[in-house]
């Protein structure tokens, strides 16, 4: 199936069982993905003979941590449902359950042997799949999936938090608005903005948050018509009053004039550029 969304490919080699294994190339975005629920109409459904054996004594910490059973979401605007349960652990590796769903995908499960490749989590599916997690210094995870050149991410959590409560909270912190020291000419680009190319590209959104006070921020623009707080957010810098971000295979700018966004795509087919224009959402 292909989820349409982020190329990975490994590098040098170790081996289980025939099965070659390689330190993950994690998309540079991962740091900005938030835990959270997926938006999924369709859960991901766990098999009813899960066995959760406690980690040994003598297991260290680092590998211990991984026992139990993780959820959250993967895909692009977190369409996909996921949950992970590390059944036993060992020093070398683990035995797991991996199960994923979405509206355009029935619910799939299924038991792997993963194997520990430095810090992360990596296993083999039926069909060649291959899936790794990595934990996070905040006690989450974080999700890769790749069939071929097709790939997707996510975040998972600890199942026995209120997930929707901790994206709340992040999204809340991620949405304040700049403080006092943020110059001016930075600060007026916050929030959300609605628009269009003048060569129709669909509707945009574009969303630049958490602006600082040397004017680095983080910014979305993409292609939907959902006026949603993005999950999922970039880095970028604020310079002159003018925000730029790579666009395809071109550049797009924006700088703004009160509620009113004015953006150049310098990248279309058409050899001319693309101009648009955003208003504030309100």
């Not at 040994?56 to 991984?66: G, M």
């Not at 948050?209 to 910014?219: E, F, M, P, S």
Request: with cysteine; aromatic share 10%.
């Amino acid at each position: 199936m292909n989820l349409g969304f982020h190329m990975l490919f490994a590098l040098c080699a170790m081996s289980l069982s025939g099965v070659s294994f390689a330190q993950t190339n994690w998309q540079d975005f991962m740091p900005n993905l938030l835990p959270g629920l997926s938006t999924s109409p369709v859960p991901a459904i766990l098999p009813p003979d899960i066995v959760i054996e406690p980690p040994t004594s003598e297991l260290p910490a680092d590998k211990a941590r991984w026992s139990g059973r993780w959820r959250g979401w993967a895909c692009r605007d977190q369409v996909c449902d996921t949950r992970l349960v590390v059944e036993k652990v060992r020093a070398d590796g683990a035995t797991i359950v991996y199960a994923f769903a979405s509206e355009t995908q029935k619910p799939y499960a299924v038991h792997i042997e993963a194997k520990f490749v430095g810090d992360e989590l990596q296993g083999t599916l039926p069909s060649g799949a291959t899936i790794a997690y990595r934990i996070r210094k905040s006690g989450d995870l974080e999700f890769h999936r790749q069939w071929k050149t097709s790939w997707a991410t996510g975040i998972l959590s600890r199942d026995n938090e209120d997930l929707a409560l901790k994206a709340e909270a992040i999204r809340t912190a991620r949405t304040a608005k700049p403080g006092p020291d943020v110059p001016e000419s930075c600060a007026r680009f916050f929030g959300g903005w609605t628009g269009r190319w003048q060569y129709d590209e669909g509707p945009q959104r574009l969303w630049v948050l958490g602006i600082k006070a040397d004017c680095t921020a983080q910014y979305s623009h993409r292609n939907t018509s959902s006026d949603a707080v993005p999950g999922s957010l970039l880095p970028t810098e604020i310079k002159g009053g003018t925000l730029t971000s790579p666009c395809g295979a071109g550049t797009c700018t924006f700088t703004t004039d009160g509620d009113t966004v004015f953006a150049i795509f310098d990248g279309h087919y058409s050899g001319r550029p693309n101009r648009g224009v955003f208003q504030k959402i309100k």
